[in-house]
């Protein structure tokens, strides 16, 4: 029987800082594809007069330059979400008072407990 052999690369160190702003940026880009992927659904509904091969692409094109354009100027909170989510899987992303919070609703949670009928 063989095995598949999965190299997955040599370990990475990443300071707890560089960690930080580098999942904030992947939450900004993710943020980005998420709201291309919509403006790409709203004009799939839309049939156009004329298709073709490069208007398809100048549309597709145009749409991530507006997605870009729309998530730069403003926050739609789905890039909260994602470091909310990533600091909850790995707590070397928590800054001190991400931490303070974080524990306050543990605290929270066992006081609740203590005190439940």
């Given at each position: ?107 929270g949670l066992e006081d609740y407990r203590r005190n439940a009928p």
């Amino acid at each position: 029987m063989i095995k598949p052999v999965i190299n997955l690369g040599p370990k990475i160190d990443i300071p707890a800082s560089a960690s930080g702003q580098t999942a904030e940026q992947v939450a900004k880009e993710f943020e980005t594809i998420f709201f291309d992927l919509v403006l790409k659904g709203m004009r799939a509904t839309v049939k156009p007069e004329v298709a073709s091969n490069a208007l398809n692409i100048y549309e597709g094109l145009l749409d991530s330059e507006y997605a870009k354009t729309v998530t730069g100027s403003g926050n739609f909170g789905i890039k909260d979400l994602i470091l909310d989510w990533m600091k909850g899987v790995d707590p070397l992303l928590l800054t001190n008072d991400s931490v303070k919070q974080q524990l306050s609703k543990i605290k929270g949670l066992e006081d609740y407990r203590r005190n439940a009928p």
